[in-house]
């Protein structure tokens, strides 16, 4: 066996060093490591640190980095463009997504290929233009939602409230309401509501979903030992409301029952489960964020500025308000809701990105974090929370097609224009008839944490004291 092993090893050791040298990714810039092996780029995956590892990369080497033997990552506006945005939807999408899968079934933003992708973004895609998210009934649902989040406002007038419990009610509340109108949670005032919101809001899987990516048949032999098997309350919850008879028709569950001809009961589930999972987590988190940093000493005047164009617009439509529009843009692209790598398989014959030749089956993705980060000829003095810099109409357009804080192209987030709705409705109430600052007690880390996919701040608590103006 030995001397069957020996050379064995030899011509494997001189196969990875031919490709490490003669392969096409040889010629990306990037660590001599990543040239040979994807051992480091898991290891930051698994300790939650590859959105940082991947951006400090870019920050040595620029705007093209190769993070892995077969997965490049772009921050530029042309790789984004050509990534996601060629021929309409861009390209592809890898096999991690089936980690968003539910019920076993794939949805919208699981489905791989852009033709399955289209077919089905046709069915929903009314459902989230912006003339039916500002229909009545959609607006009182929301305004419904937002009035529950004063009442805590006021409520803790005495001390302080922790918003990140609030924000991500309200993010729940408001994406049931548009899925299931008249149906929805009430997490504010209901306990078992407020269950199902802390399921989908603390939880921490992302070893065990790394393993079932990599090693799926490890996945399925360990994970009954990992963690107690129980029924989801979500899980439940969507497939119940998946059964309501007489939806409002301007809700998405209505939608999809018209289509019962092309989807089943359990379809119709899944795609609602992956947009209530997606909206709470997204929503609340970039809510969360920008409140906070709305409420610390170096923000006061940005505050100021908010709240005086609210108080002087008491009847302006959410579109009439531009300094609200530009606080929200700001914190989305510092605190993008999904600021991770977006994996894509290079098509069929490759691709030339950036002057580099990608063969067919490599994979590529940009990264919110990176692309509103270090392109300062679009966005000067990128660390900074600076509203104003989307009011200048020098520079308007590229600041626009480089946010990719909903990702872009035919396959961007479909619920863009719903997450705008919610945020600017609940901001403008609170802003309107509260200064809000950070409350003495106030010693959680607001760093941002990575998850699989999303961010949220680590220690997932953020305490504000509401004074009434």
Request: proline share 5%.
């Amino acid at each position: 066996m030995l001397s069957i092993a020996g050379p064995a090893i030899s011509i494997w050791v001189i196969f990875v060093l031919v490709k490490a040298i003669c392969g096409w990714q040889a010629k990306i810039p990037g660590p001599w490591y990543t040239n040979i092996t994807s051992f480091v780029l898991k290891y930051h995956e698994f300790t939650k640190n590859r959105r940082l590892w991947i951006h400090e990369l870019h920050q040595i080497y620029g705007p093209v980095v190769r993070v892995a033997p077969n997965e490049v990552s772009f921050s530029n506006l042309e790789g984004m463009k050509e990534i996601y945005q060629s021929g309409g939807s861009g390209y592809d999408k890898t096999e991690f997504y089936d980690l968003f899968k539910q019920y076993g079934y794939r949805t919208l933003f699981t489905t791989p290929n852009k033709v399955d992708h289209a077919t089905r973004r046709r069915i929903l895609a009314d459902r989230y233009s912006m003339t039916n998210v500002l229909r009545a009934p959609m607006l009182e649902g929301f305004e419904q939602r937002a009035a529950s989040v004063m009442k805590q406002c006021e409520a803790s007038r005495s001390g302080y409230l922790d918003i990140y419990v609030t924000l991500h009610c309200y993010a729940l509340d408001c994406a049931s309401h548009f899925l299931f109108n008249p149906g929805g949670t009430d997490t504010l005032n209901d306990e078992e509501d407020f269950k199902l919101m802390k399921e989908l809001s603390y939880h921490d899987s992302i070893k065990q979903r790394y393993v079932q990516h990599y090693w799926p048949v490890l996945n399925k032999i360990f994970s009954p030992f990992l963690s107690p098997k129980r029924v989801s309350l979500s899980r439940r919850y969507v497939l119940d409301q998946s059964h309501q008879k007489s939806p409002h028709e301007s809700s998405l569950m209505h939608k999809l029952q018209s289509k019962s001809s092309e989807l089943t009961t359990i379809q119709m589930a899944a795609e609602c489960m992956d947009h209530m999972a997606a909206g709470i987590d997204t929503t609340g988190d970039s809510l969360c964020f920008l409140m906070h940093e709305l409420s610390l000493p170096r923000s006061e005047c940005i505050q100021d500025h908010l709240r005086q164009e609210i108080l002087r617009n008491p009847t302006a439509k959410l579109d009439e308000l531009p300094y609200l529009d530009a606080v929200i843009k700001e914190g989305l692209r510092l605190f993008a809701p999904i600021p991770m790598s977006l994996p894509r398989y290079v098509p069929e014959g490759g691709r030339t990105i950036c002057g580099y030749e990608c063969p067919e089956g490599a994979i590529v993705s940009c990264q919110a974090y990176s692309l509103h980060l270090l392109n300062p000829d679009v966005f000067p003095d990128s660390e900074s929370f600076m509203p104003e810099r989307w009011l200048q109409k020098d520079g308007e357009a590229e600041r626009n097609r480089l946010l990719f804080a909903f990702s872009a192209g035919g396959r961007g987030c479909i619920g863009k224009h719903l997450a705008m709705v919610e945020m600017k409705t609940l901001l403008r109430r609170i802003y309107g008839q509260y200064r809000t600052t950070i409350a003495p007690e106030m010693n959680g880390d607001m760093s941002i944490h990575d998850q699989i996919i999303a961010s949220r701040p680590k220690d997932q608590t953020c305490l504000l004291v509401f004074d009434r103006v």
